[in-house]
């Protein structure tokens, strides 16, 4: 069998299906990843084999230890295997022994990895996944015998214990809090650890110990173990040599008194021609309610690893497979139908961690804007997100800027836009559901107390109200959506135009939710202000040829045609269309300067010309090299709303260039010169001031994973929902003969095929849905639960 | 010429003056390192080659970074050396190539270490140090052609950026703002940050730039540099092997793209026989007022190394050479006159790091003790110490339980002795110089206003004096001097006895001292409080053969025959004794069961037996594994009172064998076991519990070098200062045929010379002072600058 390989260079390739992307040369230019999770326990795999794993939601919560290093790669749970007789060794990946191969080749899966190579006549096979309703992970070893004569090898793993912190520099005194003891009838280690960083419920620091017992176990009979790195390693040793490799056993020193590593060595009698499996398991069981032994035999054999491998499919379908999109444009497709939704929920919403950072919370606008990815699948998902975000607001409507999902706690900051972002999703999932009994959910504040959903977000408003200029415009305090402006405006007098606009855009649709509940007193002040916003904004925000972004507490403007750096923004000119602040005339002045300024190779830059010089009173954003991240580079996130905007104005192919852009299996031409994975989206791309123009970084770890599938979907696709039914207005290139799209909505499955023969970007002549014509482009809202079929010409 | 090898063992010893350690195997049982620093410039070498450096008297403020990982030594500033024809590279240390050697020596000096090796037919000498006067550092490398034929060599430096922060784990972030160029006329680099961790002057954090200019410049032209850790490893490659020595030249990569290293290449040609010297220097100029280029070039020259090198004898002699003894005790002798004093001096009191413990800032009671290591050298250091401690004080009396040295700020706690050493240390520090001007000095409080030295030690007091239970026991609050009992008294329930004991120790001196001044009112209520402290801590803290340790907030005891564990700790013995708490008798009984219980083959253990069990009432000591640092290991601070308590109670063979047992280079006939360098204290031992009893760890930062230095000087050789002028008397093992003694004494230098030839431990039969005999055994305080000869005579 011969399998197609799309998008294939010299590393990589993604397979027929766009479900696995195989890379073919563990040298790939950046760690290429793979995060796994199952919503509470994750992993990170790169295609060299290094990796760490977490628990509990949060990659500060270690199991396993790495230190992060792009060149060298982190540390990883190593597997080693070793023939016997020969002393000859290698590992199951390139990492760390890096021993020569006859083959390599590492498939990056939706939950799971698998490692396929041959070295010294031996083919093995190792399987990395997390089992999906279980805080366990499997390492399943196939060795294949290739060889001319009988072999014997053993086969031995080796990772640091990290145990509830991830910030390394404190391991000296953290490591000895580790207890490791190997126990028969798990044929593995347990492992506790009595201090955690956190305060107990008296505020008390280094008064509890971390809440899980971890183990490592397998499924054979071990002959040796090891629990202390300076005896596997040797002092002033290497992974890539250690000393354990030139041992016959390992030294199965274990107890509170190490340094804390985890090693199970078995060993496997293989006849020419003959196969064996073996099965590893790590895992982290919360004392409280599960205990580790129970869990470590459960999956620590092979039939158990091989079901729970069947069952990640089915786990990750319900994710992946309720939406399904045929484009002519096969990176979109691949990215839409499972990479985009993958990263979002596994990396963003779950895994929570990655090379680029180790998140131990939830961002309060980011993870809420994520959730947007589980409304098609799963909306249960965003609502639950939605209420959970709720939760972290104070009474005055102001909310954590994030929070711990352990245990808990936050930084309340004066970020002009965070709280706004509650009303926002909450539409999004309304027009999805049009389910209003979650405006009658009743959720708590952080400060006591409760109240509906609906009242949250009202306060949020409101909170907001309280936040402007004298003239008018939305004050900019701590910073906006854009971090880095963080020296702007703490003196609560520099503006935010950006807040304004996406203000302008929350209250248009929060009036309508007022006045529907009776609350007209609510409903006619967002009317004055609406109103107020959109007369302020064009008098005081305009620049002459795009919208400003700000104003500093001393009055400079910023991003105007007055500065030398910074002179344009992208946000304000984008929200100003998607929001409805500009005027035809000024959308289309606005999205000119966006084409002549921003849209460049690799997407659409988020400001210019980026900043040079250090501006004490703009803020981190001008600290970054020029051309990188926020300053001047493209930050995808912002770079997906330029989509949206460029299909509001009715420039369909802009709007197509600047999404394919960015759509990362396009930048495989080049893979050394964007370095990132081609099968998720990076946080940023280096802009034109930067020597390295082009080069994508901050890979997984982003919030435009979800945007990036909503704007090709919603946007380019034109498939979206209104509370009327799912609106079809496709905005796409000339050039398509059109797509199918085939997605559930409110319970009903819609097939839809449009058909472009008459090559037009817009435009709607006919839809028929199940045969018959409709009158609008709105299709019904079946709630039946069945199929529907859905023909749409364009012209 | 053969040197004398002092303590010798396998992997090195001390030169005859003990001056030097001598490593001859890079592979030591953990890195045994040699902390440098000028007071305001630092940096960490060990045996291997690995280190870093740092600048501002705090070692998180890094110039170079380290990952610091025991077992696999830090990353370092490497040396590579060439053969540029072969191509055959090792380095000037054993890391990071490892090659093999003809031999191998590493001299860690006083300020210096020296690496000479011969390796390839080439003799390398790489000398290490820190200029005394400057931010610089010198690393001066000579190379002598000892092979048959003409050589061409290529010379390597490497190491990576750290700029102003030392946690590693935000790299990711951090190293994007630094920005590095090549000059010309420096032969080098120069790297600036453009974010520090610290927030501006409105508490915005990430708005200021790094504040020094770090500089990388070599005596020579280099023939290629670079300034990209990628380049220069290479992807997924290691230091031992990296890219560079694949290629002729360095890749010159700089500015703000890279991940920021620092290398520079200079090639030398060798005649057979011939040898030649060139100079690296690493520094970092504060930008407010030092010229990195100026600083460059003043220092990067093979004579301006060699004039600085000089000097740093000079500078080190200040503080080394006001003082010697010779006793029949080498270990005694090598510690006491050399290696205590530098290790106070420059690890603990400037340069705030090593391996265990990176520090950015002073602990209260920490380096207010180690000061007191000044006291004979230069008290005006003590006194400055003093004053700087006596600020970071509040209103109230309490005091910043530690404060950052650079930029400010500190945590305020409940702790409840860290404020009472202010008056402890003024006390010795008065003794020593008489100089009672210092507590007419003004210092600040932290939350405003100023008031005398005296003023700020009585309100120390008077804070004491609020903190104490219904019977009359100071309360522990969030803990005492021994900082893991952190659970017993948060809720000011709890007490500790030993905080009573060394309130009582300082009201003795402190009632006087009020007297002196007029402030009758307060020296009448410490009176008081004096005597209803020996009252109440004999009738509720003495347990029946030993004193208690504390209550806690739930009323149990604390170091009680009644518990399981923890039964007796060793601080309420010796305190009991040191303080005159204890009478006559129980001082005795208290001592037996000190000796019984506590003094055991590696020093004196702080408690037994050691906690097994978690004891979320006690605190994190009890997570500690049983033996321990604090948990019942030897805390080797604490161990060193128990030394100067059995010279109290007349138990000179005890005390002495208390002293030996934690005198670092008597260790050295079991290097493996005890792991750590012989030539400064370790923190901790660990106790009989631990399967690795004996084991030493936490070197170089710790308090225990001063007071190791003081309770052989004070207590022991029995020499200490009186306000009526120097006490001579010895408590010494009575195998002793005496010591001579050299110190200087409020200005005169005196000559002490002690015959033991009655062979007692104790006990002063006549005195001459330059020939005449006098009545006493306090030498007459002749403030006269001149040398004054004393002969004793025990018996």
């Given at each position: ?386 209420l959970m975000h709720a939760e972290q607001q104070f009474n005055e409507g102001d909310v954590l800027h994030w929070w711990f999902t352990i245990r808990g706690g936050g930084p309340r900051t004066k970020c002009s836009d965070d709280l706004l972002w509650l009303p926002f999703i909450l539409e999004a999932y309304l027009k999805e559901t049009k389910d209003f009994t979650i405006l009658d959910e009743r959720v708590s504040f952080l400060d006591g107390g409760r109240a509906t959903v609906y009242e949250h977000c009202k306060r949020a408003i409101e909170r907001a109200f309280h936040r402007f200029s004298p003239r008018g415009i939305p004050l900019m305090g701590d910073h ?316």
């Amino acid at each position: 069998m011969t399998e197609a390989r799309k998008f294939k260079n010299k590393y990589g390739y993604f397979t027929d299906d766009g479900r696995e992307y195989v890379i073919t040369e563990p040298k790939t230019p950046k760690p290429w990843a793979n995060i796994i999770s199952n919503g509470d326990y994750s992993l990170m795999i790169s295609q060299t084999g290094g990796g760490y794993s977490w628990r509990g939601n949060a990659g500060q919560n270690r199991i396993t230890r790495s230190m992060q290093d792009i060149i060298k790669d982190p540390w990883g749970k190593y597997v080693y295997i070793r023939d016997v007789e020969t002393k000859e060794f290698w590992s199951a990946a390139w990492k760390p022994v890096m021993a020569d191969y006859e083959y390599y080749e590492v498939r990056h899966g939706i939950g799971y990895s698998i490692f396929n190579q041959k070295i010294n006549g031996i083919k093995s096979k190792m399987k990395v996944f997390v089992v999906p309703d279980a805080p366990v992970e499997i390492i399943e070893i196939t060795l294949a015998n290739e060889s001319e004569r009988k072999r014997i090898l053993d086969v031995t793993t080796f990772f640091e214990w990290g145990l509830g912190f991830a910030p390394d520099e404190h391991r000296e005194f953290h490591k000895i809090f580790i207890d490791s003891k190997y126990e028969d009838d798990i044929n593995g280690l347990l492992v506790d650890k009595y201090l955690w960083g956190f305060p107990d419920e008296k505020g008390r620091n280094n008064n509890i110990s971390w809440e899980y017992t971890a183990f490592h176990a397998v499924s054979e009979r071990p002959k040796s173990y090891d629990g202390d790195k300076e005896s596997f390693i040797g002092i002033y040793g290497h992974e890539s040599c250690p000393r354990a490799m030139k041992e016959d056993k390992l030294a199965q020193r274990v107890g509170r008194f190490v340094d804390a590593s985890g090693s199970l060595q078995v060993e496997l009698e293989l006849k020419k021609g003959e196969s064996k499996t073996v099965v590893f398991t790590i895992g982290a069981a919360m004392k409280s309610y599960e205990d580790p032994k129970e869990l470590a035999n459960k999956y620590t054999n092979v039939e158990a690893a091989q079901k729970a491998f069947e069952d990640v499919h089915k786990f990750w379908s319900q994710f992946i497979d309720t939406e399904e999109i045929k484009t002519p444009d096969e990176a979109m497709n691949i990215m839409t139908n499972v990479w985009l939704k993958y990263q979002s929920i596994s990396c963003r919403l779950w895994g929570k961690s990655a090379y680029y950072q180790t998140s131990a919370g939830y961002g309060y606008r980011d993870q809420l804007q994520d959730s947007q990815i589980f409304l098609i699948s799963k909306p249960e998902y965003t609502k639950k997100q939605i209420l959970m975000h709720a939760e972290q607001q104070f009474n005055e409507g102001d909310v954590l800027h994030w929070w711990f999902t352990i245990r808990g706690g936050g930084p309340r900051t004066k970020c002009s836009d965070d709280l706004l972002w509650l009303p926002f999703i909450l539409e999004a999932y309304l027009k999805e559901t049009k389910d209003f009994t979650i405006l009658d959910e009743r959720v708590s504040f952080l400060d006591g107390g409760r109240a509906t959903v609906y009242e949250h977000c009202k306060r949020a408003i409101e909170r907001a109200f309280h936040r402007f200029s004298p003239r008018g415009i939305p004050l900019m305090g701590d910073h906006d959506w854009n971090d880095g402006l963080s020296a702007i405006g703490n003196d609560w007098k520099g503006e935010s135009f950006w807040v304004g606009e996406f203000l302008y855009e929350i209250l248009k649709e929060f009036i309508s939710i007022a006045r529907e509940r009776g609350d007209y007193q609510f409903a006619d002040k967002c009317k004055i202000v609406y109103e107020s916003l959109k007369e302020n904004l064009n008098k005081y925000g305009w620049d002459g040829e795009w919208y400003l972004q700000a104003t500093t507490d001393h009055g400079l403007k910023v991003g105007s045609k007055e500065n030398e750096e910074g002179k344009i923004f992208l946000n304000p000119q984008i929200w100003a269309v998607i929001s409805g602040i500009a005027d035809k005339d000024r959308a289309k002045k606005a999205m000119e300067a966006v084409t002549k300024y921003l849209l460049k190779d690799y997407g659409t830059l988020l400001l210019y010309p980026a900043y040079t010089k250090v501006r004490n009173d703009i803020g981190y954003i001008t600290r970054y090299a020029p051309g990188l991240r926020e300053n001047g580079g493209v930050y995808t996130h912002a770079a997906t709303w330029s989509v949206w905007a460029y299909t509001l104005i009715g420039e369909s192919e802009l709007a197509y260039e600047a999404y394919k852009r960015i759509c990362p299996p396009n930048r495989s031409d080049n893979p050394d010169g964007y370095m990132c994975e081609p099968y998720v989206t990076p946080g940023n791309t280096d802009g034109p001031l930067s020597p390295y123009y082009g080069r994508g970084g901050w890979t997984w770890y982003t919030g435009s994973s979800q945007w990036l599938h909503r704007v090709a979907t919603h946007w380019i696709l034109g498939v979206r929902p209104t509370y009327e039914g799912l609106l079809i207005d496709p905005s796409i290139p000339k050039e398509w003969d059109g797509f199918t799209y085939r997605r559930q909505f409110r319970g009903a499955t819609y097939l839809i095929n449009v058909n472009n023969s008459a090559h037009v970007n817009r435009g709607i002549k006919e839809i028929y849905v199940d045969g018959k014509l409709i009158e609008n482009n709105v299709l019904p809202d079946f709630k039946d639960g069945k199929e529907h079929r859905v023909k749409v010409l364009m012209g």
